[in-house]
């Protein structure tokens, strides 16, 4: 019987949490509780495809060529999501490399820097709304956008952070390639802070574009394309929850994808934060995926027990 298949959606705060000055040495101790967690799918024999997010790194990347820019010749948005590939794709093999060791395990772990395909008329490139980088005052947002051109929104209150494009997935490129890796038990990192965003010019010819992929939407697609029956979604809470901050907030334990659908539909799902990664699971289970679970890092090793964690389940 052939190994089970996950798709692992990373969020790029588990490698740098708000609230933290996100040095590369907190970057990699955040990257190591993040194998621990990964540990467990090895214990279980899956093989693995690794996605993850990079919004704090990108906007990093964004403000430093910002504060240099009269120094150094500035790089384009593609450019910097290709960047974080290889630098976020670097600390998570290096350190599941490790694991592995740690857990006498013999498997290769390769990193892939993963252009996407999206359509270069999406109405996120005139509208952008994914967030990106450090969060600053109203105050400092205020200045930095005047400075340097940036649009900025209010992620939570009190909270702003510069936004940029966010255009949708329409194919993802490389992925013969992954799914021969994955099928012969090589953990693949791919498609990082949800692929390098490109676009078939009139030439046919590939030209990249300023933008960011969902990268939990990536996961999806790219779980359809190496055929997986399961997706985890790993972010900062352990559950998701019905009625979320408010007095009748309730854990969501097990669901069904209609009934996901419904409470989507209905709103009930915040379109900043949960909501996108909603839209992901049911894309991901509309096809041959057999559920989803949404938890945090130390919430994997409950969820395999199916004491914890949101589990999204297509419907019989």
């Known amino acids: 019987m052939p190994n089970p298949t996950a798709m692992i959606a990373m969020g790029g705060n588990s490698l740098s949490p708000k609230g933290e000055a996100g040095t590369i040495t907190q970057q990699f101790t955040h990257t190591r509780e993040t194998v621990d967690g990964i540990g467990h799918f090895i214990e279980h024999d899956y093989n693995l495809c690794i996605n993850h997010g990079n919004g704090p790194q990108v906007g990093n990347e964004l ?14 948005l593609g450019v910097c999501v290709a960047g974080t590939q290889g630098s976020i794709g670097y600390m998570i093999q290096q350190s599941l490399q490790n694991k592995l060791r740690d857990m006498n395990v013999d498997r290769e772990v390769v990193t892939l820097v993963s252009q996407v395909i999206v359509d270069e008329n999406d109405p996120s490139i005139k509208n952008p709304t ?64 949800g692929g390098i965003p490109v676009y078939n010019d009139t030439s046919g010819h590939l030209e990249g574009l300023d933008a960011v992929i969902d990268k939990d939407y990536a996961a999806a697609k790219m779980g359809r394309i190496i055929r997986a029956k399961e997706l985890w979604i790993i972010t900062d809470v352990k559950y998701v929850y019905r009625n979320f901050g408010s007095p009748e907030q309730t854990p969501i334990r097990e669901i069904t994808r209609m009934e996901t659908k419904e409470l989507y539909k209905n709103g009930e799902f915040q379109k900043g934060s949960i909501g996108p990664k909603i839209r992901a699971a049911m894309h991901f289970l509309k096809y041959h995926g057999e559920k989803v679970i949404i938890t945090s890092i130390p919430g994997i090793k409950d969820a395999f027990k199916g004491n914890a964690g949101t589990t999204i389940r297509n419907d019989a």
């Open 130 to 193: 994914k967030y990106v980088g450090a969060r600053y005052s109203a105050e400092k947002s205020k200045s930095l956008a005047e400075k340097f051109g940036w649009s900025v929104g209010e992620q939570e209150p009190g909270q702003w952070r510069r936004v940029v494009p966010s255009p949708m997935p329409e194919y993802i490129m490389h992925g013969k390639s992954i799914k021969t890796l994955v099928d012969r038990g090589t953990i693949v990192i791919a498609s990082g802070g």
């Open 63 to 76: 403000l430093r060529m910002d504060l240099t820019h009269d120094r150094v010749p500035p790089l384009p």
